[in-house]
C-alpha cells in the first residue's frame, strides 16, 4: 500500500498539481506580456500605449480577454469542422509539457526527468503540426499559404536550433535541465553564454523563427497573407493561438535562461527571481527585434538557415566535439 | 462537386475571366488580393495566379472607388468643381487643386499675383512632403516595419496643423481659387513653418539611420521590381517610378508654371529603377521640398493674395486647355475644354497613379508574392485617385 502511495499516486499528484501551475503561470503571463507587449510598442513608437482601462491601463489585458472569450465563434463554410477546432487546442496543449522539466528555481521544476531537453524539443516541435492543421481546415487560401510558410520555416530552423542546444549538451553531457544549470553555478562566466556564444547567437535567431516572431513572422505576414494561418479564426479560436505564441515565448526565453544564462543561478536574489528575469529579459529583446525590424522574404528567410546558421552550427558542434575530445 | 453557394468558391466576372486564362503547366492557385486587403491601400483589387509562392500573372481590376469626377465636372459650375479636386488625391490635395486652378486661370487669361503664386508653391510643397511621409511609412509598414510610420505621422501631423491654420482643413484642401488662394498666410503660420523646416531637416538623418540602411530593408527593396526606363516610358510612368529609372523629369522644370523656375532645386535621380531607387528619390524629394520652402519664404513678397480681376461669375471663352503640374506621384494633368457656358464641356483628369499601377502587371511576373508587395508599394498608389 504504501508503495504504491510512493511510486504511483504521489508522482502523479506531483505532476497534476506541477500542471495546473504552469497552466496558471502561462495564463497570467499572456495577460502580462500582451500588456507588456503593447506597452513597450508604445514605448518604442513614443506613444503612451494603453492607458484607459484600469491605473495605466492595466485592466486592458483582461478587457481584451474578456471581448475575445464574448465573441462569436465562426467557422467558414467548407472547412473541416473537426480539425479546424483541434488546432487552436493542438496548438496551445504542448506548451504545458514544454515547461514541466524546466527549473524554475532551486526546488521548483515540474518534473525533474533525464532526458528533459529532449522532450521540450519534441514537444515544441508539435506546434508546427498546428498551424498546418489550421491552415489546411480553414478552407482559406491565405491561410493555406501561411502554413506552407509555417511548415517550411519550422523544419529548416529545427536543425539549426537543435544542433547548437546540442553544443550545450556535449560541454555539460547531460540532457538534464538540473544539470545545465548546474554546471553553471560558478559564477558569471560559467554561463554557457560566455562559453558558448556563437551556440547562443543561433539560438536565439532559431527560437526567433521557430515562435513565428518578427522579423520572421512570415505564416501570420498580413501585409501579404492577411493574417495568414489564423485568418479564419475568431473570438477564443484566434485567443488560443495567440496565447500559444505568448507561452512559446516564454519557453524558448526559458529554454534559452537554463541553458545559456545560468537559469536560476545569481546572487542576492532568490533563484526563482533570477529565473524570471532573465526570461523576461529575453522577451523584451524579442518584442524590441518586433518592433524595429521589417519582415524578411521568404527565401531570404530560408537562405539564412540553410547557408548561414546549419553550416555555422554544424562547425560549432565539430569544433566542440574536438575541444572536449582533446581536454579529456 | 464543391458547394457552388460557397462564396470563396464561386467568382464574380474577373475572377472567371482570370481564371479562364491560367496559363503554364501544373496546379497553379488562383488568389484574390483585396478590394480589402491590408497592403492594397485602399480598395484596390489585385488578382494574382500563384504557383507555390511565386506569382505567374497579375492582374490590377479597377473601379471600387469611382466617383464620377470627370462626369461631376460636366454639370457642376467651375466654382462648385473646386471642392471635387481635394478629394481626387486626398494625400497631395493641393497639386489637383492647383492643376485645376491652374487650367481654368490659363483660359481666362487670370494673372495670379506673385504673392500668391509664392504661398502655392509654400503650400503645395509641405503637401507634398505630406504625402510622401505616408508613402514612406506605408511602404515600411507593408514590409513588416511597425514603428516607422508613427515617426512619420509625428511630422505629417506638424505639416497638417500648419496647412490648417490657413486652408481650414486637414485632408481635403480646397484652398487655391481662380485668380490666387482662398486667405492669406499669417507670421504665424510662416514663423511655425520655418520652425518645421528646421526640425524636420534634422529628423531626415534618423530616418534614414532608422530605416535606410536596415539590412533587412535593402533586401527587401533592392534588385526587386526594376523599371527600365523604356519601360517606364511605354507606361506613361511619371514622378519618383520615372526618376527612379534615370531621367531627370519633372513638370516643374520640364514645364515650367508659376514661379518655380525661380527657385533653385535639383531633381532627384536614381538610375536602378528597382524599388530602392523609387525609396531613394522620394526621401531625397523630402530634402528638396524643404529647400524650395526656404527659398519661397525668404522671396515672398507682399501683395495681394488673390487677383482682385476675377469676375464674379467664372465663364472662360470657348476653347480647350491643358495644364499640368508635378503632384507627389508624377505628372497631374488637367485637359478642359469649354463651350463658352458655365459649366465645362469636358473635363479630363489624368492621374499618375493611374499610368504607375499599370507597370506592375508586367513587374509582378515571376516575382515572390512578397516582392509582389513590395513593388506594389514602391509604386506609390493612391487608389481613389486612380479610379477617380
Redesign the interface.
Known amino acids: 500500500m504504501t508503495q504504491i502511495l510512493q511510486y504511483l499516486v504521489m508522482p502523479l499528484v506531483h505532476i497534476v498539481v506541477a500542471l495546473a501551475a504552469i497552466l496558471t503561470f502561462i495564463a497570467l503571463n499572456g495577460l502580462i506580456l500582451v500588456y507588456v507587449e503593447r506597452k513597450v510598442?508604445g514605448f518604442?513608437?513614443?506613444?503612451p500605449g494603453p492607458y484607459e482601462v484600469g491605473p495605466q491601463g492595466l485592466l486592458q489585458p483582461l478587457a481584451d480577454a474578456l471581448k475575445l472569450m464574448a465573441k462569436q465563434l465562426v467557422m467558414?463554410?467548407?472547412a473541416d469542422s473537426i480539425l479546424f477546432w483541434a488546432a487552436p487546442l493542438l496548438s496551445f496543449t504542448p506548451v504545458a509539457i514544454c515547461l514541466m522539466p524546466i527549473p524554475f528555481g532551486p526546488n521548483l521544476t515540474g518534473w525533474n526527468v533525464n532526458l528533459g531537453i529532449l522532450l521540450v524539443l519534441a514537444f515544441s516541435g508539435l506546434n508546427v503540426l498546428a498551424l498546418c492543421l489550421a491552415g489546411w481546415s480553414s478552407?482559406?487560401?491565405?491561410s493555406?499559404?501561411g502554413a506552407?510558410?509555417a511548415v517550411a520555416q519550422s523544419v529548416a530552423y529545427e536543425i539549426p536550433l537543435l544542433l547548437s542546444v546540442l553544443c550545450i549538451a556535449f560541454t555539460t553531457g547531460s540532457l538534464n535541465f538540473a544539470d545545465v544549470t548546474a554546471s553553471q553555478s560558478h559564477g558569471l562566466f560559467s554561463w554557457n553564454i560566455f562559453v558558448q556564444p556563437l551556440a547562443f547567437l543561433i539560438f536565439f535567431i532559431a527560437a526567433l523563427a521557430e515562435t513565428n516572431r518578427?522579423?520572421f513572422?512570415l505564416p501570420e505576414?498580413?501585409?501579404?497573407l492577411?493574417a495568414g494561418f489564423h485568418t479564419e479564426y475568431s473570438g477564443m479560436g484566434f485567443g488560443l493561438f495567440f496565447l500559444a505564441e505568448y507561452s512559446y515565448m516564454i519557453v524558448v526565453s526559458a529554454v534559452g535562461s537554463v541553458l545559456f544564462l545560468g537559469g536560476w543561478n545569481g546572487p542576492f536574489l532568490s533563484g526563482h527571481w533570477w529565473m524570471l528575469g532573465k526570461i523576461y529579459a529575453l522577451i523584451l529583446v524579442m518584442m524590441w527585434f518586433?518592433?524595429?525590424?521589417?519582415?524578411?522574404?521568404?527565401?531570404?528567410l530560408l537562405n539564412i538557415c540553410w547557408k548561414w546558421l546549419i553550416p555555422l552550427s554544424l562547425m560549432n558542434l565539430l569544433g566542440t566535439a574536438l575541444i572536449i575530445n582533446l581536454v579529456r | 462537386m464543391q458547394d457552388k453557394s460557397s462564396f470563396n468558391l464561386d467568382g464574380d466576372y474577373y475572377s472567371s475571366k482570370f481564371a479562364e486564362q491560367r496559363k503554364g503547366e501544373g496546379d497553379t492557385l488562383i488568389l484574390n488580393l483585396g478590394p480589402q486587403h491590408p497592403s492594397t491601400h485602399g480598395v484596390l483589387r489585385v488578382m494574382v495566379e500563384l504557383d507555390g509562392e511565386y506569382v505567374r500573372r497579375a492582374e490590377p481590376v479597377l473601379g471600387y472607388i469611382h466617383r464620377m469626377h470627370e462626369k461631376m465636372g460636366e454639370v457642376k459650375t467651375y466654382v462648385q468643381y473646386l471642392p471635387n479636386m481635394g478629394r481626387v488625391d486626398y494625400l497631395h490635395a493641393l497639386a489637383w487643386n492647383w492643376a485645376y486652378v491652374g487650367a481654368v486661370e490659363r483660359l481666362m487669361g487670370i494673372e495670379v499675383p506673385p504673392r500668391a503664386e509664392y504661398i502655392r508653391v509654400i503650400t503645395c510643397e509641405l503637401n507634398r512632403i505630406c504625402s510622401h511621409l505616408l508613402w514612406w511609412g506605408a511602404y515600411v509598414l507593408d514590409l513588416g516595419g511597425f514603428t516607422p510610420i508613427l515617426y512619420a505621422f509625428d511630422d505629417r501631423e506638424n505639416i497638417m496643423d500648419i496647412l490648417q491654420m490657413v486652408t481650414g482643413s486637414r485632408l481635403t484642401y480646397c484652398y487655391y481659387r481662380f485668380g490666387g488662394v482662398s486667405s492669406d498666410i499669417t507670421s504665424e503660420f510662416i514663423a511655425q513653418t520655418r520652425a518645421f523646416v528646421d526640425r524636420f531637416r534634422k529628423r531626415i538623418p534618423m530616418y534614414h539611420d532608422l530605416v535606410t540602411g536596415n539590412m533587412i530593408l535593402r533586401g527587401r527593396c533592392e534588385d526587386i521590381g526594376v523599371i527600365s526606363l523604356e519601360m517606364a516610358k511605354r507606361y506613361g510612368a511619371t514622378g519618383p517610378v520615372l526618376r527612379g529609372t534615370g531621367l531627370p523629369y519633372d513638370v516643374r522644370r520640364a514645364e515650367p508654371y508659376s514661379v518655380y523656375n525661380q527657385i533653385d532645386f535639383d531633381i532627384p535621380v536614381s538610375e536602378a529603377g528597382d524599388a530602392m531607387a523609387r525609396y531613394d528619390v522620394r526621401l531625397a524629394e523630402l530634402e528638396q521640398s524643404l529647400r524650395i520652402i526656404e527659398q519661397a519664404l525668404q522671396q515672398l513678397p507682399d501683395g495681394p493674395y488673390i487677383s482682385a480681376d476675377v469676375p464674379e461669375r467664372i465663364v472662360p471663352p470657348k476653347g480647350e486647355v491643358y495644364f499640368a503640374v508635378e503632384g507627389a506621384r508624377g505628372k497631374i494633368g488637367v485637359y478642359l475644354i469649354s463651350d463658352g457656358s458655365d459649366k465645362p464641356y469636358r473635363i479630363k483628369l489624368r492621374a499618375p497613379g493611374y499610368s504607375n499601377l499599370h507597370v506592375f502587371a508586367e513587374l509582378a511576373q515571376g516575382t515572390i508574392l512578397a516582392d509582389a508587395i513590395s513593388i506594389l508599394g514602391s509604386l506609390d498608389l493612391v487608389i481613389p485617385e486612380i479610379d477617380r
Not at chain 1, 505576414?221 to 501579404?224: D, R, T
Not at chain 1, 518586433?290 to 531570404?300: C, N
Open positions: 510598442a518604442i513608437q513614443r506613444r467558414p463554410r467548407g478552407n482559406n487560401k491565405y493555406l499559404l506552407a510558410r518578427a522579423p513572422d505576414a498580413e501585409s501579404e492577411t518586433r518592433w524595429t525590424y521589417p519582415r524578411v522574404r521568404f527565401d531570404q
